[in-house]
């Protein structure tokens, strides 16, 4: 059973870093897209980062462009989002999800599993 979960959430002050982390399980998510949404409060999912399954090509949300950076290490089957300058605006549930086209995209609704989500709060 294809699973991924999510881990390194935390609260941390504006400024600070985070790096989270997503293990898959499954061979085949090499070959998938795969995404880091994120969901706050009365808001709808969000799209942040993602990556194509070979990690070549990467995509950012224009709130986070500059200061997170997604990767994916195909060999361990875990990708990473680097979170550097948080700002409370990015505090929310983050997700890790892959889509079975390879390419990465960014539509919440391409995405066919998605883990259980990592709480990441940032104060001011």
């Known amino acids: 059973q294809r699973q991924l979960v999510e881990s390194g959430g935390g609260l941390v002050q504006a400024g600070a870093s985070l790096r989270l982390a997503c293990a898959a399980s499954?061979?085949?998510?090499?070959?998938?897209?795969m995404g880091w949404f994120r969901q706050a409060p009365g808001k709808e999912r969000e799209f942040v980062a993602s990556?194509?399954?070979?990690?070549?090509?990467?995509y950012y949300a224009d709130s986070v462009k500059g200061r997170f950076t997604i990767s994916r290490d195909n060999a361990k089957n875990t990708v990473h989002l680097q979170m550097n300058s948080l700002k409370p605006e990015d505090t929310a549930v983050y997700y890790c999800?892959?889509?079975?086209?390879?390419?990465?995209?960014?539509?919440?609704?391409?995405?066919?599993?998605w883990g259980q989500g990592t709480q990441v709060t940032v104060s001011s």
């Open positions: 990556t194509n399954w070979s990690g070549a090509r990467t």
């Open positions: 499954g061979r085949t998510f090499r070959s998938y897209g």
């Open positions: 999800a892959a889509e079975s086209s390879g390419v990465g995209q960014s539509a919440v609704g391409v995405y066919n599993y």
